[in-house]
């Protein structure tokens, strides 16, 4: 038999199965039991069993495609999160349709209107620095189609959130700071309109008020980018302002002050500690190496997908999944002051 003409309904014939198990075996769904799942797959390559999958999108109205949305592919936590969400994919006989915002709200919803165009059966999706409504993710809601956030959530949508500790990681970092006898610590905050960025706020500010430190707003600079860090560290240092300490919202802005305090000839951690958030591989390039809160972006996008397979087998609606990972802080020498 040519593989060309093999079809489901020929192995079904063949194991005395329906069409349907044979479908959902090979597709790996959680229904199907394990020794149906091996027979079917054993028969389908004895007989070199391909599907076509332009056929079984017209017939059963599936793409076998996720759409997934993300603020930059370039970027390298962004870029470990699609491996995650890659991986669980393939193994479950899925391909990825992968879309940028740029950081962009305008391109956020031309990409949600892209996925709903290709017709695929679910979208994980990671908000936009720019957004602040969330009609285009409500579209994808009211379409049934399938949609689970990542890192940044859209939190007015219902539907289940894969986070990090956030909260957690950024009161471990600045606690790990006011340890080494840090007590001015500037946070480089990132855009308020994000709970991820909220988040991270608060934990400093939790962090400070529990080991005797008075909050002090005039530490919290908007700072969110390399050349911000870097721009905001020289005003600082120009302005006078006291400070032993930087605690950046993500890795990157942490180089971009680490630049800025080498140029102004700052000595680190002993003139000002640094921290940073991610835990980038940016983190171990640059001299001294920086300490930074580690969050996994594999597993992130593993559990992700996980939990949109789930919704897309699923003939009944889920209830939605606060998922919250752990972040754990790495300690190197950019901010250990004392032995």
Wanted: proline share 3%; net charge negative; charged share 25%.
């Amino acid at each position: 038999m040519r593989s060309q003409h093999v079809t489901i309904k020929d192995i079904a014939n063949e194991l005395g199965f329906s069409v349907s198990t044979v479908s959902r075996a090979l597709k790996n769904h959680p229904d199907i039991s394990e020794e149906t799942k091996r027979l079917v797959n054993e028969l389908a390559e004895h007989l070199r069993y391909t599907p076509n999958p332009i056929a079984l999108s017209l017939k059963n109205r599936s793409s076998s495609m996720i759409g997934v949305i993300v603020p930059e592919v370039v970027h390298y936590f962004f870029a470990t999160v699609i491996s995650g969400i890659e991986d669980v994919a393939e193994r479950n006989g899925y391909s990825l349709m992968l879309m940028q915002s740029s950081e962009q709200l305008s391109k956020e919803v031309t990409a949600v209107a892209n996925v709903m165009k290709g017709r695929v059966d679910g979208v994980l999706a990671s908000v936009s620095k720019q957004t602040n409504t969330y009609e285009h993710f409500q579209k994808l809601m009211d379409e049934h189609i399938p949609l689970v956030f990542f890192d940044r959530v859209a939190d007015d949508v219902d539907t289940t959130h894969i986070t990090v500790d956030d909260f957690g990681g950024a009161y471990s970092a600045t606690k790990h700071l006011i340890g080494q006898g840090c007590k001015n610590i500037v946070h480089f905050a990132g855009p308020q309109n994000r709970k991820i960025f909220r988040d991270r706020l608060n934990g400093y500010r939790q962090a400070l008020e529990n080991n005797g430190l008075f909050f002090k707003p005039e530490l919290v600079v908007a700072a969110d980018t390399l050349d911000k860090g870097a721009f905001e560290t020289q005003r600082l240092l120009a302005q006078g302002v006291v400070f032993d300490a930087i605690f950046a919202v993500n890795d990157f802005t942490a180089a971009g002050a680490m630049r800025a305090l080498k140029e102004a000839k700052k000595a680190i951690p002993q003139d000002v500690a640094l921290v940073g958030f991610g835990d980038e591989s940016i983190t171990l390039m640059l001299e001294p190496n920086f300490s930074s809160v580690h969050q996994s972006g594999y597993e992130m996008g593993q559990k992700a997908m996980e939990h949109l397979l789930m919704q897309i087998h699923s003939e009944d609606k889920l209830p939605t999944e606060q998922v919250v990972l752990p972040a754990e802080l790495v300690i190197r020498e950019s901010s250990m002051r004392l032995s």
